[in-house]
């Protein structure tokens, strides 16, 4: 499989409680566990956060080159991306996703196969795909 694109990055601290930075020192962030998890919250960000983050920028990205080669004009378009942390039966932790994509000015019907036809090829949606729960919403 060629590649075609690589990145690192560095945790360093406390785990959720600590210092992720990219190896470009790009990305150089400060975290806090959330305060609905018995942690300081405040300013900082989390994993899940940037976990969201990077779903919705990739999905949405994802939509646009798929509209593009289908010929569909894309105007003032989101996604927005909601990620939970939930505690598994069998012990330990697990995630799940609900992706919202807003294409305003299409027809339901097509807004919705734009949809589905990128959650077969976003990399974040084949990374989950079979591990986590992802719920797509489509709004027009």
Same mark, same amino acid.
């Given at each position: 499989?060629?590649?075609?694109?690589?990145? =690192?990055?560095?945790?360093?601290?406390?785990?959720?409680?600590?210092? &992720?930075?990219?190896?470009?020192? *790009?990305?150089? =962030?400060?975290?806090?566990? #959330? /305060?609905?998890? +018995?942690? #300081?919250?405040?300013? $900082?960000?989390?994993?899940? %956060?940037?976990?969201?983050?990077?779903?919705?920028?990739?999905?949405?990205?994802?939509?646009? &080159?798929?509209?593009?080669? %289908? +010929?569909? %004009?894309?105007?003032?378009?989101?996604?927005?991306? /909601? *990620?939970?942390?939930? !505690?598994?039966?069998a012990?330990?932790?697990? @995630?799940? &996703? !609900?992706?919202?994509?807003?294409?305003?000015?299409?027809?339901r019907?097509?807004? =919705? $196969? @734009? *949809? /589905?036809?990128?959650? =077969? *090829?976003?990399?974040?949606?084949?990374?989950?795909?079979?591990?986590?729960?992802?719920?797509?919403?489509?709004? &027009?």
């Amino acid at each position: 499989m060629p590649m075609l694109y690589t990145t =690192e990055a560095l945790s360093t601290g406390d785990g959720r409680n600590g210092e &992720v930075r990219s190896v470009d020192g *790009v990305l150089d =962030e400060l975290l806090a566990v #959330p /305060k609905e998890m +018995g942690g #300081p919250g405040g300013d $900082r960000t989390n994993p899940e %956060q940037l976990f969201a983050a990077g779903y919705a920028a990739c999905f949405h990205n994802g939509l646009r &080159v798929i509209a593009g080669e %289908q +010929g569909v %004009q894309l105007a003032d378009s989101t996604v927005q991306s /909601k *990620v939970s942390l939930l !505690t598994r039966d069998a012990g330990g932790f697990t @995630l799940a &996703v !609900t992706l919202t994509a807003h294409l305003p000015g299409l027809e339901r019907s097509a807004a =919705e $196969r @734009l *949809v /589905k036809a990128t959650h =077969e *090829v976003c990399p974040y949606s084949n990374a989950t795909r079979g591990n986590i729960e992802v719920i797509l919403n489509t709004t &027009v």
